[in-house]
Nanobody, 111 residues
Framework: QVQLEESGGGLVQPGGSLRLSCAVSGMIVSANIISWYRQAPGKERERISLTPCGGNTGYAESVKGRLTSSRDNDKNTVYLQKNSLKPKDTAVYYC?????WGQGTLVNVSL
């Protein structure tokens, strides 16, 4: 059974940074496409990054330059490093692999 578990969310001030983790069990992250999504209050869920099995990660225009997704194959974990956070980045962040979703982790950017 494939499971994705996000962690690392919390309250952060504007301009700050945060690293989210997605621990994966039941499949090998290096052999699968892993995406990060977010859903802001009152808005639809949007994909913000997609990491293919090989090649470079693609990012949404809304986060390009402020976000880096990486993968630790030994830990079977995917990370999302977010810098220069803005209040509009407040959302629940989800890890996704095909039909499988994590439970999400809340990031609140506020003073």
């Amino acid at each position: 059974q494939v499971q994705l578990e996000e962690s690392g969310g919390g309250l952060v001030q504007p301009g700050g940074s945060l690293r989210l983790s997605c621990a994966v069990s039941g499949m090998i992250v290096s052999a699968n496409i892993i995406s990060w999504y977010r859903q802001a209050p009152g808005k639809e869920r949007e994909r913000i990054s997609l990491t293919p099995c090989g090649g470079n990660t693609g990012y949404a225009e809304s986060v390009k330059g402020r976000l880096t997704s990486s993968r630790d194959n030994d830990k079977n974990t995917v990370y999302l490093q977010k810098n220069s956070l803005k209040p509009k980045d407040t959302a629940v962040y989800y890890c996704n692999a095909g039909q499988i979703w994590g439970q999400g982790t809340l990031v609140n950017v506020s003073l």
